[in-house]
C-alpha cells in the first residue's frame, strides 16, 4: 500500500539541522535561505526558522522511496540536495525537478554534477531555468 503524509513540516530544507534566518521578500515566491544582494532583491526582512535536512526527514517517517522531488528554493538548491545525501546515495530519490532562480543560482554546473555523482541522468534547461534528473533504481 502508498504511503500518504498528511502531517505539514513546518520547517526549511536545508544541508544540516537546527535553526537559520529565512530572508523575506515583498512577495513569498521570493522567500530565500541565501541573501541576495541589494541591487537584484527585493527581500526585505528577515525571521528565524527551523532548518532540517531532507535525509532527516526521510528517516523520521520512514519513507522507503520518493517518487517525485520538486525544489523551488530560491537558490538553496546545492544546500538541499547536500542534506539528500544519503537518500541520493541509496536510490530513494526516483525523479528529481528543480528550479533556478536568478540572482541565485550562478552555477547549476554544481548540481549537475553532484547529481551525476549518484548516478543520476541530468537535463539542465538554461533557457526555461530547470534541471531535470532521473535514477533508474530497483524496486525491490
Given at each position: 500500500s502508498e504511503m500518504c503524509i498528511r502531517d505539514r513540516i513546518n520547517a526549511a530544507l536545508s544541508d544540516h539541522e537546527g535553526k537559520n534566518l529565512l530572508y523575506l521578500s515583498e512577495k513569498s515566491c521570493s522567500h530565500s535561505l541565501i541573501y541576495a544582494t541589494r541591487e537584484c532583491s527585493t527581500q526585505v526582512r528577515s525571521q528565524e526558522v527551523t532548518i532540517r535536512t531532507l535525509d532527516g526527514i526521510v528517516k523520521k517517517l520512514k519513507l522507503t522511496k520518493i517518487d517525485l522531488l520538486k525544489i523551488d528554493v530560491e537558490g538553496a538548491e546545492l544546500r538541499v540536495l547536500k542534506g539528500a545525501k544519503e537518500?541520493?546515495?541509496?536510490?530513494?530519490?526516483?525523479?528529481?525537478?528543480?528550479?533556478?532562480?536568478?540572482?541565485?543560482?550562478?552555477?547549476?554546473?554544481?548540481?549537475?554534477?553532484?547529481l551525476q555523482e549518484f548516478g543520476y541522468?541530468?537535463?539542465?534547461?538554461?533557457?526555461l531555468r530547470f534541471?531535470?534528473?532521473?535514477?533508474?533504481?530497483?524496486?525491490?
Amino acid at each position: 500500500s502508498e504511503m500518504c503524509i498528511r502531517d505539514r513540516i513546518n520547517a526549511a530544507l536545508s544541508d544540516h539541522e537546527g535553526k537559520n534566518l529565512l530572508y523575506l521578500s515583498e512577495k513569498s515566491c521570493s522567500h530565500s535561505l541565501i541573501y541576495a544582494t541589494r541591487e537584484c532583491s527585493t527581500q526585505v526582512r528577515s525571521q528565524e526558522v527551523t532548518i532540517r535536512t531532507l535525509d532527516g526527514i526521510v528517516k523520521k517517517l520512514k519513507l522507503t522511496k520518493i517518487d517525485l522531488l520538486k525544489i523551488d528554493v530560491e537558490g538553496a538548491e546545492l544546500r538541499v540536495l547536500k542534506g539528500a545525501k544519503e537518500s541520493l546515495a541509496k536510490g530513494k530519490i526516483f525523479r528529481i525537478v528543480a528550479e533556478l532562480h536568478p540572482p541565485f543560482v550562478r552555477c547549476p554546473k554544481r548540481l549537475v554534477s553532484l547529481l551525476q555523482e549518484f548516478g543520476y541522468t541530468v537535463t539542465l534547461n538554461t533557457d526555461l531555468r530547470f534541471i531535470y534528473a532521473f535514477k533508474s533504481v530497483s524496486m525491490n
